[in-house]
């Protein structure tokens, strides 16, 4: 069973920086691109940042230039460093795993972790 487990949310002011981290256990880390997508109340759910199996990235236009999606296969961890921050960040944001096998998508989710910007 695939657990993703997030932590490094909080509160921080206005122009801070903080970084999520995102360990994954119970299967092979290497075989799955993984996500940050955050969400606030009444909204969808949007995509942050994502990383590929061979670390290609995108990211939203809305944290271009301010967050860095990386993985650490060694660690099977994947991190979102934010800087900048601004209280338009302030969401839950989730860790994803998505991996295709024979057209089967396999998709997974961790339990979020609360940032909020706010002075």
């Known amino acids: 069973q695939v657990q993703l487990v997030e932590s490094g949310g909080g509160l921080v002011q206005p122009g801070g920086s903080l970084r999520l981290s995102c360990a994954m256990s119970?299967?092979?880390?290497?075989?799955?691109?993984m996500g940050w997508y955050r969400q606030t109340p009444g909204k969808q759910r949007e995509l942050v940042a994502r990383?590929?199996?061979?670390?290609?990235?995108n990211y939203a236009d809305s944290v271009k230039g301010r967050f860095t999606i990386s993985r650490d296969n060694a660690k099977n961890t994947v991190y979102l460093q934010m800087n900048s921050l601004k209280p338009e960040d302030t969401a839950v944001y989730y860790c994803?795993?998505?991996?295709?096998?024979?057209?089967?998508?396999?998709?997974?989710w961790g339990q979020g972790t609360q940032v909020t910007v706010a002075s």
């Open positions: 994803n795993a998505v991996r295709t096998i024979m057209s089967t998508v396999y998709n997974y």
């Open positions: 119970g299967s092979i880390f290497t075989g799955y691109a």
């Open positions: 990383v590929t199996l061979s670390g290609g990235t």
